[in-house]
């Protein structure tokens, strides 16, 4: 059982940066794609970025692509989100999950972390 730890939310004016951290426990990390996810008041959730087990191959929605980075440590065991030029838009509750490479689906959330981007 793979248990996800998020940590770095908080509040930030528009044009600023926040890194999101997202700490895994409980499985062998590299076998899993990671991914960071947000949901907005009144809106579905939606994918933010991805990365595989090795790193080596990354994944951005286009509302976030040349602002955010998606990077892990696989011997630390964390997977991270550097967000810079953030906008309001950005607000969200955001979640780190973890898909089995043997798995269709992302099996494991952590319990979200809070970014609000004030104009």
């Known amino acids: 059982q793979v248990q996800l730890v998020e940590s770095g939310g908080g509040l930030v004016q528009a044009g600023g940066s926040l890194r999101l951290s997202c700490a895994a426990s409980?499985?062998?990390?590299?076998?899993?794609?990671m991914g960071w996810f947000r949901q907005a008041p009144g809106k579905e959730r939606e994918s933010v970025a991805r990365i595989s087990g090795s790193g080596s191959n990354t994944y951005y929605a286009d509302s976030v692509k040349g602002r955010f980075t998606i990077s892990r440590d696989n011997a630390k065991n964390t997977v991270y989100l550097q967000m810079n030029s953030l906008k309001p838009d950005d607000t969200a509750v955001y979640y780190c999950?973890?898909?089995?490479?043997?798995?269709?689906?992302?099996?494991?959330w952590g319990q979200g972390t809070q970014v609000t981007v004030s104009s």
């Open positions: 999950a973890a898909r089995h490479m043997w798995s269709g689906e992302y099996g494991y």
């Open positions: 409980g499985g062998t990390f590299t076998w899993y794609e």
